[in-house]
């Protein structure tokens, strides 16, 4: 991106989760397999979060958010990620991201929230009665990503939006206090074959941990057989394959089973339509179902595993938070002083 502003910044990766459920195989696609990938870039600082500030945005079960932090922070974990190369924490437990929150309340304008798509489609019908934290949300994922002065963003396609409003944040804070380049303005990375993985129910709606049919998505935890079942019951037309990425263009389910297929396996569509083109999914169905139960079963054993003993996940993300907090500090300090405030920060 031309316009990104990241010399004089540290190049720091950030990226979060929120544990509203159990994770996807869009969220593990469009984004986790990311972090995976950019671990070992050293050219990189790389901070992981879990999001939980932002999971109480929307009606929550205190019992249940706990156990969903450890969730998280365990598909993390049994992803890939190292909590020796990579910061994993998890956002409460470092106070600055609300404090950079507050004050992007007071930078960001009512107009370009009012824009927010997801905001539109979280509250549905019912705005006037959805929570002003679920309005104010991209504020708080803009503080989150720049309280640390993080320049690059792995996330799925369905965030673009929220990282444009995070620049726009950063270069009116930068204008209006006359910092010039105070907050770098953060570049997405948006991998290439899975940037929106779709439902299995309905090839036009994205992949949720929140939709109310457990059949539109697999999660990370299901068992192989349920991977398998659910690829077996999604939905699809009675079409054969085309051979080529264009045959694909009215037929969303088709389009996102094969999607699927070269994420997974790490290929282009054209690539897997050059071997199933032509074929129906008879064929191609058992063969992604296995694929996908190769790739996605491992995660999922390793998860249970790891939420079997939460007190261990729970001194990583403490650790985490403690070694993030160092990072944030200095920065609000500057924030504070920036702005005439006396805050200057002396609590974590
Ligand atoms: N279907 C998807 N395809 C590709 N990427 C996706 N992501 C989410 N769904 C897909 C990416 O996963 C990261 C974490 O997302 P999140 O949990 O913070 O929020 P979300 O985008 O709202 O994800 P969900 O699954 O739809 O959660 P709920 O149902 O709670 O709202 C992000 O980088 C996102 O782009």
Not at 311 to 319: N, S, V, Y
Not at 330 to 341: A, R, S
């Amino acid at each position: 991106m031309s316009n990104t502003s990241t010399t004089r910044h540290t190049r720091r990766v950030f990226s979060g989760v929120q544990p509203t459920g159990n994770l996807t195989l869009g969220n593990y696609l469009g984004a986790v397999r990311n972090f995976v990938a950019l671990q070992d870039d050293d050219s990189f600082e790389r901070l992981y979060c879990v999001v939980d500030m932002h999971a109480i945005t929307q009606p929550f079960k205190p019992i249940e958010l706990k156990s969903a932090i450890h969730e998280v922070a365990a598909a993390f974990i049994a992803s890939g990620l190292d909590p020796a190369k990579s910061i994993l924490f998890n956002q409460s437990r470092v106070s600055a991201h609300a404090e950079l929150g507050w004050i992007f309340n007071c930078v960001a304008r009512m107009g370009w929230l009012n824009r927010m798509t997801q905001f539109k489609e979280k509250a549905g019908k019912n705005k006037e009665n959805a929570s002003v934290g679920l309005y104010a949300y991209p504020n708080l994922m803009a503080a989150d990503i720049l309280v640390y002065r993080a320049t690059h963003v792995p996330v799925g396609d369905d965030q673009k939006q929220h990282l444009e409003l995070t620049r726009d944040i950063a270069q009116k804070f930068n204008n209006d206090f006359e910092v010039p380049d105070f907050f770098p303005l953060c570049e997405p990375l948006i991998p290439a074959e899975s940037a929106r993985i779709m439902s299995l129910r309905d090839g036009t709606a994205k992949m949720s941990k929140s939709d109310p049919s457990d059949n539109s998505r697999i999660n990370l935890s299901d068992t192989a057989d349920l991977i398998a079942q659910k690829i077996r019951k999604a939905k699809t037309d009675p079409e054969p394959l085309p051979s080529d990425i264009e045959g694909l263009a009215e037929r969303p389910e088709a389009r996102n089973l094969v999607g699927i297929f070269a994420a997974l396996a790490g290929t282009t569509q054209d690539a897997v339509l050059g071997e199933y083109g032509g074929r129906g999914f008879g064929d191609f169905k058992p063969a992604l179902a296995d694929l996908t139960v190769e790739k996605i079963s491992p995660i999922g054993d390793e998860m249970r595993r790891l939420t079997a003993a939460p007190d261990h996940i729970d001194a990583i993300l403490a650790e985490g938070a403690d070694r993030a907090a160092a990072l944030a500090r200095p920065i609000m300090t500057e924030v504070y002083e920036t702005l005439g405030l006396l805050g200057g920060g002396t609590t974590g």
